[in-house]
């Protein structure tokens, strides 16, 4: 295997519209590395059968997206503890003997964004309120806990949904209800919208940000637009603001490294790269 092309790529249904192939592209022509990913476009029909031949035409690996995360951990042959945790695969690797390993790198992609952004960030500092409580938010909000965030403060506009969400991730997450979210800004250090809200297309996020203390650390992982106009109303108040585009490029770090032997940099060129794309 070791004298083929290395090959990677992302599977999803629809793919299209993904930036991991410009991603992995720029980090493939920047370190010189002869491989390539590609979109894949696979439907749940066919996951099981395109998993099973794409180690023998010399794959390394794939990234999962929309809707294949979960049936790709049930495929899986090994799965991180990360990813059991979350219930969800975004990173497979194929092992020597062509077995299936699933990891979820979304929750440290999260992490590695906030603290690359903000070096100071220290999550044990106090509570944290998280926005959501869909599959990002799962990631994150273990994520949160794994770094030692003393509480997690999880709003759901579908209780039920930020419930299990809690039953599954334990004491440290607190719920509150969606409608007064406003109530818990004073006493948080870190924010996060994990919901679809303020993407271009969907609904705005209009939550009342006027509690916000100078200095609270906002988050979003929305990135289309760039500067969500949360973002832009918790900077107005004196809120240092983290964007979601980071999260995208530092969860795809691990995969790269994993597949094509180079621990690939983060850094402006990249982020220029795929927002050009
Ligand atoms: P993902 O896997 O990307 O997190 P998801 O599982 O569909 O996507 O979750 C989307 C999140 O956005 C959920 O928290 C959802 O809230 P519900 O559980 O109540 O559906 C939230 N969301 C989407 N539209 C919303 C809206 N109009 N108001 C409030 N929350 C919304």
Do not use: C
Request: aromatic share 6%; net charge neutral.
């Amino acid at each position: 295997m070791t004298d083929r092309v290395p090959l990677a790529g992302v599977i999803g249904d629809p793919v299209g519209h993904s930036k991991s192939p410009v991603l992995h592209g720029h980090w493939l022509s920047r370190y010189g590395i002869r491989g390539y990913y590609v979109p894949l476009h696979v439907t749940q029909d066919n996951l099981a059968t395109v998993l099973k031949a794409l180690p023998n035409m010399g794959f390394r690996g794939v990234n999962v997206t929309i809707p294949h995360k979960e049936q790709a951990l049930a495929l899986a042959d090994s799965v991180t503890d990360r990813a059991a945790l979350i219930g969800a695969a975004n990173t497979l690797t194929f092992t020597s003997s062509g077995k299936l390993q699933a990891d979820n790198t979304d929750g440290v992609g999260f992490i590695a964004n906030i603290r690359q952004s903000i070096p100071d960030w220290a999550p044990s500092e106090g509570p944290v309120l998280v926005l959501g409580a869909g599959g990002a938010s799962r990631a994150i909000v273990s994520a949160l806990l794994g770094e030692g965030v003393p509480r997690v403060i999880l709003a759901n506009r579908t209780r039920a949904r930020a419930e299990a969400l809690r039953d599954h991730l334990g004491a440290r997450v607190e719920l509150l209800d969606w409608t007064r979210l406003p109530s818990a800004l004073p006493e948080v250090h870190t924010v996060v919208n994990t919901t679809s809200l303020g993407m271009k297309g969907s609904q705005p996020l209009n939550i009342d940000l006027s509690g916000i203390r100078p200095g609270t650390i906002v988050t979003d992982i929305v990135y289309t637009p760039l500067i969500t106009d949360f973002l832009a109303r918790a900077d107005e108040l004196g809120a240092r603001t983290v964007d979601g585009l980071g999260m995208l490029l530092h969860q795809a770090a691990p995969g790269f490294e994993r597949w094509f032997g180079h621990k690939p940099e983060v850094d402006e060129a990249l982020r220029r790269a795929v927002l050009s794309a």
